[in-house]
């Protein structure tokens, strides 16, 4: 090898440049919560029709004034700098105009949210609607001359004037009694006012609005967790389809159907749909020929596998595309040329997007792989995808790629700054032998600034649902990166209900819910700690929300492995868990009301244990709030009376504004610094 002064010098600059890039990665620190709070919230992002800008949603928290602010910012497809479009802090959900000069926005600048059309070249927002009740979910009309909205109405009420004067009269009266007739009387937070979503449609310029399901004593749509949309207008603007549940009892029904109403209002509803599941969130082709819709063919079961369906609309006839799919459809959106369906999906701990052919006879391909995607749109061109990104490392940005998936970008960077600073470790996957044994997937986040030569208590974090599965995907609420940031390792299982394995695995579940899943964690934990010599097994603890509290009120009844135990909004008596709202979840998961099936319901209530309380004695933080009606916050306090009663060192943590999760900034503070205090206390 020949040596020269030039190479002696090339070798001492790159030294000096890998020193500094060491530097630079020791000086990376672990995440705090003020750092979780300051991170900026991307969602929703919006292609404008000739393809040049993206349009999105920005939620940031503001600490002072304990609630998250939102604006809408726009991005060149190309990426660069990003431009605030609304400065109001009040403004969510964009929706391009057809022309592309407009954006609109809801808005709660005034009091209710309203739609306000936003000049993208600058200016001051026009508000469009003007309802008492306010406005939601608006899609303008392909023509440009509509917007379409839902607003919550009495459905007696002929005009805004009578719900204005109901809703004073409720306001001014002393009297703040909820009556209730019929079940689903409350919903996760809040009580039923005798309102339904009806859905409008306005001049695009503003004016008087139209109500085109007059007096429905149904709501459109009906409340779907994470699907807002579920209205769509034909291209020749002329007609909507929605989603509406007109089933008697809501409480124990999954049954949506699609309807098509005329814009002009000249005629009712027709239900062009008579699965008894559920059919959710109609799209029209281009060329409308075709409506898409999301469908789940069995009744009461809300964890049933989505479908992508189409409804022939000259013909009435419906074709499933994708029954050999072996995984849920989720949001999708139609190709330009009315040829291919992009839709999304949940496979082991990512959510990869595929497409699929309207023709018959062709299988769904790939198209991005190895990540999680969120919402999405197709450009115009059908060239370009715009979608959300993130990871377990990550929040959420805006990407593009071509429509074959290739030339993947980022094009957003909102919280590039901040993330440079922190030391936020990758996830690896961990497979092992389940319940008799069935290869279930884990997902194993080492401490930030880790030494393999050290020992590390181990966190087992438990996931809610339980058909809802961990992904490499970021989140607020529980954010295992702040949790791991003291010096812990996170064990992060999808056990038996989990989707993304396949429909036999998530219907393992319903029935067992102490059974199969529970054995799939503890395996998991065995197979960590024999993989993983830096985990300290004397040192353990267990963490879960929902479904996930549930679990570990089940440990703390069956297992005295973990040194502590951290309980979130959980059931602990089933049976008085019942007084939840959506029965059919109870009714499917048991088998049907506790008086039908009070075997299977006393064999998965870990109240049923509660003697074992005192064998054990793991300390355990409960936590919970009153404004839970999903799992009413009784069931922690009778967890918390069990273990205070059997001598267990335990703690209760209520919050009176609060539901099943803990949202606003200051008490979102709270809640990490006691779950780390508690970890710590015992860890």
């Known amino acids: 090898m020949?040596?020269?002064?030039?190479?002696?010098?090339?070798?001492?600059?790159?030294?000096?440049?890998?020193?500094?890039?060491?530097?630079?990665?020791?000086?990376?620190?672990?995440?705090?919560?003020?750092?979780?709070?300051?991170?900026?919230?991307?969602?929703?992002?919006q292609i404008s029709p000739d393809g040049q800008w993206v349009a999105y949603a920005v939620a940031t928290p503001d600490y002072d004034a304990n609630h998250l602010t939102r604006d809408i910012w726009i991005v060149s497809i190309s990426g660069g700098d990003a431009r605030q479009l609304t400065h109001d802090g009040k403004s969510d959900r964009p929706r391009w105009s057809p022309d592309g000069k407009r954006v609109a926005v809801l808005s709660s600048r005034d009091g209710e949210a309203q739609v306000y059309a936003v000049p993208v070249a600058g200016g001051e927002p026009a508000r469009v609607t003007s309802l008492s009740t306010g406005a939601d979910n608006q899609l303008w009309s392909p023509d440009g001359k509509w917007i379409a909205f839902v607003s919550a109405v009495y459905p007696d009420c002929a005009d805004d004037a009578c719900n204005s004067a109901r809703d004073a009269a409720a306001e001014k009266s002393k009297v703040k009694a909820h009556v209730a007739e019929k079940l689903l009387y409350r919903h996760w937070n809040a009580w039923s006012d005798g309102r339904r979503s009806h859905l409008f449609v306005v001049a695009a310029e503003g004016g008087a609005a139209r109500d085109l399901t007059p007096g429905a004593d149904y709501d459109v749509?009906?409340?779907?967790?994470?699907?807002?949309?579920?209205?769509?207008?034909?291209?020749?603007?002329?007609?909507?389809?929605?989603?509406?549940?007109?089933?008697?009892?809501?409480?124990?029904?999954?049954?949506?159907?699609?309807?098509?109403v005329p814009v002009g209002g000249a005629a009712a509803p027709k239900r062009i749909t008579t699965n008894p599941g559920n059919d959710w969130g109609p799209i029209y082709s281009p060329d409308g020929k075709w409506i898409a819709y999301r469908a789940q063919f069995q009744p009461g079961y809300e964890s049933d596998r989505w479908r992508l369906m189409l409804y022939d609309?000259?013909?009435?006839?419906?074709?499933?595309?994708?029954?050999?799919?072996?995984?849920?459809?989720?949001?999708?959106?139609?190709?330009?040329?009315?040829?291919?369906?992009?839709?999304?999906?949940?496979?082991?701990?990512?959510?990869?997007?595929?497409?699929?052919?309207?023709?018959?006879?062709?299988?769904?391909?790939?198209?991005?792989?190895?990540?999680?995607?969120?919402?999405?749109?197709?450009?115009?061109?059908?060239?370009?995808?715009?979608?959300?990104?993130?990871s377990l490392a990550m929040p959420a940005e805006v990407f593009a790629a071509n429509s074959d998936g290739t030339n993947v970008r980022q094009i957003t960077h909102q919280n590039s700054a901040l993330l440079a600073q922190l030391d936020l470790p990758q996830p690896e996957s961990l497979w092992f032998a389940g319940a008799g044994g069935t290869q279930v997937q884990g997902m194993l986040l080492r401490p930030p600034h880790f030494d393999p030569t050290k020992k590390y208590p181990l966190l087992l974090i438990v996931h809610g649902g339980p058909q809802v599965p961990w992904e490499d995907s970021w989140g607020y609420r529980w954010n295992p990166q702040v949790m791991i940031a003291p010096g812990y390792v996170a064990l992060m299982?999808?056990?038996?209900?989990?989707?993304?394995?396949?429909?036999?695995?998530?219907?393992?579940?319903?029935?067992?819910?102490?059974?199969?899943?529970y054995v799939d964690l503890m395996n998991g934990v065995d197979a960590a700690l024999a993989k993983y010599p830096f985990i300290d097994g004397t040192r353990m603890a267990a963490a879960g929300g929902s479904f996930g509290g549930y679990m570990v009120n089940w440990f703390a009844t069956h297992t005295g492995r973990f040194k502590c135990l951290i309980s979130h909004a959980s059931d602990w008596d089933e049976v008085s868990s019942y007084a939840t709202e959506e029965l059919w979840f109870a009714d499917w998961e048991f088998g049907g009301p506790p008086w039908a099936k009070p075997e299977l319901y006393r064999k998965w209530s870990p109240d049923q244990y509660a003697?074992?309380?005192?064998?054990?004695?793991?300390?355990?933080?409960?936590?919970?709030?009153?404004?839970?009606?999903?799992?009413?916050?009784?069931?922690?306090?009778?967890?918390?009376?069990?273990?205070?009663?059997?001598?267990?060192?335990?703690?209760?943590?209520?919050?009176?504004?609060?539901?099943?999760?803990?949202?606003k900034p200051q008490n979102s503070e709270f809640w990490y610094k006691t779950f780390l205090d508690w970890l710590a206390r015992y860890l």
């Not at 749509?221 to 909507?240: C, R």
């Not at 050999?324 to 989720?330: I, P, Q, R």
């Open 611 to 663: 003697s074992a309380l005192a064998k054990y004695k793991t300390p355990t933080l409960v936590i919970t709030g009153e404004l839970d009606y999903r799992v009413p916050y009784t069931q922690s306090l009778e967890f918390f009376s069990a273990l205070q009663r059997q001598g267990v060192p335990s703690k209760l943590v209520v919050f009176p504004d609060e539901g099943h999760w803990v949202l």
């Open 221 to 260: 749509p009906p409340f779907s967790l994470g699907d807002p949309e579920a209205i769509s207008f034909s291209p020749d603007s002329a007609e909507l389809a929605f989603t509406a549940n007109t089933d008697k009892d809501e409480a124990t029904s999954t049954n949506g159907d699609v309807f098509l």
């Open 313 to 390: 609309r000259k013909t009435g006839r419906i074709a499933n595309r994708t029954e050999d799919f072996d995984a849920n459809v989720e949001t999708f959106a139609w190709s330009p040329d009315s040829g291919t369906i992009y839709f999304e999906t949940e496979e082991k701990f990512e959510d990869p997007m595929y497409a699929v052919a309207v023709a018959p006879g062709t299988a769904p391909k790939p198209v991005l792989t190895n990540s999680s995607n969120g919402d999405f749109g197709v450009s115009a061109d059908g060239r370009t995808l715009v979608f959300t990104r993130t």
């Open 493 to 517: 299982i999808n056990p038996r209900g989990s989707p993304g394995y396949g429909t036999k695995f998530v219907r393992e579940i319903s029935g067992d819910w102490g059974g199969k899943a």
């Open 2 to 45: 020949k040596i020269t002064l030039r190479s002696v010098a090339t070798g001492i600059a790159g030294l000096a440049l890998a020193f500094a890039a060491g530097a630079q990665t020791n000086q990376k620190r672990a995440i705090t919560f003020k750092d979780l709070v300051s991170m900026h919230r991307i969602s929703d992002p």
